[in-house]
């Protein structure tokens, strides 16, 4: 089965976007009768369920869903994923930051306005696909094209990034994870990284946009930020709702496709990567004109400029700063 | 890529697979399946039952579809009679790290920790109405404790 999310601009955040209603019985396990395999936590009582991973027609309101087999409903799931895949690539070409602007244009002001004012220091932006998986993919695109184009200027960048995914297997290893359950991910990002030494631009982007490299890519870095957290349970399972374990939050919210991620994970992979991140937060908020950055910092030494990440509400993209951008001057 | 990992699987069930787990058949990587043995001093001990795995062209990032096969399917709490089975980690709770294997062993635990062989309270309802693949059904956690 296929469940590709639905056709959104951003990332549905969790458990907090749509929801559709369901009712069951207070004794029931299962309602037979809505098309998706979401669920609500133990204990709880089934009325209301986050429609996070869900996304087609038949998931509508309770009682008006027509009856599709589960061949129809994988018909359209296709269609859906297929339409998706046209209108907006895992990961797109840069783009002119004034672009994206245009999409405010008949919108909020606040946008506009800091939109205008992050142009100074910023020319442009790369859209990542908003399938719940665009912080993991952002963060592994700038990451390795940062990494490419100082391959000449400063292959010591690359020597680095090699060494750090390679000791990233190690980290696996060690959060009990099977090599045989990780190891196609794992060899597929470093094979990526490797190719780095002769890849343009084109095919860097080439290898993003298919669907096998660049979700494998994905996936394989939201082992290492599950496998930072579960190697750091002390520190970081405070911060989990109450009676949730590590293994728990990292099976539902980190390790499965389509999640979104939180601060949480950004922080668990800058840190398992040393690779320091800026978002730009770009928010609704209309008492300040300049967009906010806010740094997560890796704990050793910071070596290369951080990558900067644009982040909408539910959405990040990649945003190029205007002295980054040039070859050569990473 | 993702028949590499099942080729993978399928090896190492073939070498070590966990106790009471058998391949019956594995012809392809889109349907296994697979024999599993009530555990000794449990309630169905000396039981044998069939499971189906269909893997889809995502798996391991989307979970597969498992489910009970042939005459005798578990009587169990979170097991329906038409096969499917109410277990987090095939639904919500899936994560990319499991395997044929770790979903065996859940299967195997959760059969082992039954204390009183009775259906679902809504067996009758549900597999009156529900679609043939357990995906589709909204599941609701409420009770990991049998």
């Known amino acids: 089965m296929n469940f590709t999310p639905p056709p959104i601009p951003t990332d549905a955040p969790i458990l907090a976007a749509t929801t559709t209603a369901t009712t069951t019985s207070s004794h029931a396990h299962a309602d037979p009768t809505v098309a998706a395999a979401v669920a609500q936590p133990v204990g709880a009582v089934p009325t209301i369920v986050a429609a996070e991973t869900m996304g087609t027609a038949t998931t509508g309101a309770q009682g008006q869903e027509p009856q599709l087999t589960d061949e129809q409903i994988l ?158 349970q002390d520190e970081y399972a405070p911060f989990l709702e109450f009676g949730q374990t590590m293994d728990e939050f990292c099976s539902m919210h980190v390790e499965a496709m389509g999640r979104e991620s939180e601060e949480m994970m950004l922080i668990a992979l800058t840190k398992a990567t040393h690779i320091s991140i800026e978002v730009a937060y770009l928010s609704g908020n209309q008492s300040a004109v300049e967009v906010n950055f806010l740094p997560f910092l890796p704990d050793t030494a910071v070596y290369m400029p951080p990558l900067v990440l644009l982040y909408r509400p539910g959405h990040y993209d990649i945003l190029y700063r205007k002295s980054h951008c040039l070859e050569g001057v990473i | 890529m993702f028949a590499r990992r099942l080729s993978k699987e399928l090896k190492d069930l073939a070498l070590n697979a966990p106790a009471g787990v058998n391949i019956i058949d594995a012809n392809d990587f889109k349907v296994w399946k697979l024999g599993l043995a009530g555990a000794p001093g449990t309630l169905y001990e000396g039981e044998k039952f069939q499971l189906e795995f269909n893997f889809g062209p995502n798996y391991p990032l989307e979970s597969p579809q498992v489910l009970f096969i042939g005459d005798n399917v578990p009587v169990h709490p979170h097991i329906y009679s038409n096969g499917h089975i109410c277990l987090d980690v095939l ?56």
């Open chain 1, 75 to 232: 018909t359209q799931m296709q269609a859906i994923k297929d339409e998706e895949a046209n209108l907006h690539p895992l990961v797109d070409r840069s783009v002119d930051l004034l672009e994206l602007a245009q999409e405010y244009e008949n919108g909020s002001e606040t946008f506009k306005t800091k939109i205008q004012n992050l142009s100074d220091t910023h020319d442009r932006m790369r859209r990542s696909r908003g399938d719940g998986n665009c912080f993991y993919r952002a963060f592994a695109f700038a990451w390795f094209e940062r990494v490419m184009l100082a391959i000449k200027s400063k292959p010591e960048l690359h020597a680095t990034a090699v060494r750090t995914i390679e000791e990233t297997k190690d980290l696996l290893l060690a959060a009990q994870f099977e090599l045989l359950a990780f190891e196609d991910f794992y060899q597929v990002t470093l094979e990526t990284l490797q190719n780095l030494v002769h890849y343009t631009s084109d095919e860097l982007l080439t290898a993003f946009q298919n669907d096998e490299i660049s979700n494998s890519i994905v996936m394989h870095f939201r082992l290492v930020a599950s496998a930072f957290l579960k190697t750091h």
């Open chain 2, 91 to 146: 639904y919500n709770h899936w994560s990319p790290v499991q395997t044929v294997a770790s979903i065996c062993l859940s299967l195997q635990s959760m059969l082992s920790s039954c204390t009183s062989k009775e259906p679902p309270p809504d067996n009758a309802t549900y597999v009156k109405t529900a679609r043939a693949n357990p995906k589709h059904t909204t599941w609701a956690f409420h009770d990991d404790t049998v």
